[in-house]
């Protein structure tokens, strides 16, 4: 079979035997969710993003790479199971949706523009599937490099110079574990190069800085969550890893809710990595970790497939400069909305006490639907309804917007989602005032009937005559 073209945002790829990303994931890769404004991928990575000041940021990075930048660059063997078609997104035999971000790594230590840097970018894997796992993540990772000839022009030692890093960066006064050595001859070894006082020092800043950045992170959850327990102490570890692009390995877990969790890998670059990149006079750190995950514990957002949600029910919940507050979860099944329109019955004239013509009609504050497309009246929320042709001053209740929530709220329950004024209207001769209200019927547990809401909507229309004495129009 000829081969086909596959063209991605302009790119054109030669598409081969294989060729096993389907056009669902292609259609992901636009979406962009970590620089979209307000969303809780986007927070979360600004939130860390605020602990590494002066580190470079890559945020834009393109998605498809070859095999030679996802693996052969960070020395994944060739037998390697992250390279099987079962595990990654091919295009072609040598072009893959990237699976981590460390597949920027090598070119971004090439670029040599600055001794930090951090790459934040969505990455694609082929996994089960389940509530914490989507096959098209966001990850961030983030590096930080010293010079050995610069170090030796000012004639200092390197470890030297990496250690009072470490004192720039703020204290914390959380519990750490950190049982095991900085590294270990059989089970997490020290590179050929890097002396044991360079590791140390290097193993400190890298430890020291993420351990800054999770406790900011889990800080401000705690804040926001209403389960954890305010005075219980933040506890983190450190354990031992192996990642074939790091040597020694760890990845730091956190107490969060009653289990151990792992927020992130991380280790001393490899030196070949940067020897190859052509810096070998650098040597470092750098870490990898997943967004979603610790935007899930932030916001206590129940399930992955939320964040690639376009429905405004979830995205108005996040907001860049406001605290953080969890997620309030809202129904999956289908809207069904009706409408219904009246003609006010002329109220009495103002001099009626309380209510008198100036009551307002508020519509419901921040509740907003998918598909309700009408927005109430901009001045909707302060226009009093002003009395309309003189009537007699019997004691004609004025309307109020109120009753018409409470009739449907006695009507459907916990069926009804939303309320909203959708339509006002002044007739030109007349000055009679008709509403137009639109109801939301949704159930948080099952798709209702269309029987079971054109019964509760006729009943609704029945209580707003019998009620407030409208005329249904
Ligand atoms: N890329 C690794 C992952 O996806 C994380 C990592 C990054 C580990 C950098 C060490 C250093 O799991």
Redesign the pocket.
């Known amino acids: 079979t000829p081969a086909k073209e596959v063209i991605i945002e302009g790119r054109t790829y030669q598409a081969d035997e294989w060729m096993n990303t389907p056009s669902a994931i292609l259609e992901a890769l636009p979406r962009r969710l970590h620089l979209q404004p307000d969303h809780p991928l986007t927070i979360t990575r600004k939130l860390i993003e605020s602990r590494f000041p002066d580190y470079k940021t890559h945020n834009d990075l393109f998605p498809i790479v070859t095999t030679a930048q996802n693996f052969d660059s960070l020395g994944f063997p060739l037998d390697h199971i992250g390279r099987s078609r079962a595990d990654t997104y091919y295009l072609n035999q040598s072009t893959v949706l990237r699976t ?3 597949a920027h790594q090598a070119d971004t230590f090439r670029k040599n523009e600055s001794e930090g840097y951090l790459i934040s970018a969505d990455v694609y894997r082929r996994d089960a599937i389940d509530r914490s796992h989507y096959p098209v993540f966001h ?1 961030m ?1 983030g590096a930080r490099t010293w010079d050995r000839q610069q170090a030796e022009r000012e004639g200092k030692i390197l470890a030297q110079i990496i250690w009072d890093d470490v004192t720039k960066i703020p204290k914390h006064d959380i519990a750490v574990e950190d049982p095991n050595p900085t590294f270990h001859a059989e089970r997490n070894p020290l590179q050929a190069g890097h002396s044991p006082e360079e590791a140390d020092a290097m193993a400190a800043h890298l430890k020291r800085s993420l351990e800054d950045m999770v406790v900011t992170i889990f800080n401000a959850a705690k804040g926001a969550s209403d389960t954890a327990t305010p005075d219980e102490p933040l506890k983190v570890r450190w354990v031992e890893a192996y ?1 074939p ?2 040597s020694p ?1 760890w990845e730091l877990e956190v107490f969060w809710q009653g289990d151990w969790l792992e927020v992130l ?3 001393i670059v490899s030196q070949p990595i940067l020897n190859h990149a052509s810096v070998p006079n650098r040597i470092g750190w ?3 970790l997943g967004l979603e995950r610790i935007a899930m514990l932030l916001y206590s957002i129940p399930d992955i497939r939320l964040f690639w949600s376009k429905d405004k029910r979830f995205l108005s919940q996040f907001h860049e400069h406001e605290p953080i507050r969890p997620f309030v979860p809202f129904s999956k099944y289908p809207a069904c909305f009706k409408d219904v329109s009246f003609w006010l019955r002329t109220s009495s004239s103002s001099s009626s006490s309380a209510a008198g013509g100036a009551t307002p009609i508020h519509p419901p504050a921040q509740q907003q639907t998918q598909s309700s497309s009408i927005p109430p009246p901009a001045s909707s929320s302060t226009m009093p309804i002003p009395p309309a042709a003189a009537a007699p001053a019997a004691a004609t209740p004025a309307f109020h917007e109120n009753d018409v929530m409470e009739i449907a709220r006695e009507v459907g329950g916990d069926l009804v989602e939303d309320v909203r004024l959708t339509d006002e209207f002044v007739h030109p001769k007349t000055g009679r005032r008709s509403l137009c209200y639109r109801v939301n019927y949704r159930s948080l547990e099952r798709t209702l009937t269309n029987e079971e809401t054109n019964e509760m909507h006729d009943r609704l229309r029945g209580l707003l005559v019998d009620r407030l004495g409208v005329q249904l129009r």
């Open positions: 981590h971000t460390s990850q990772e990642f692009f790091t390995s890998g991380s280790g750098a870490f990898g």
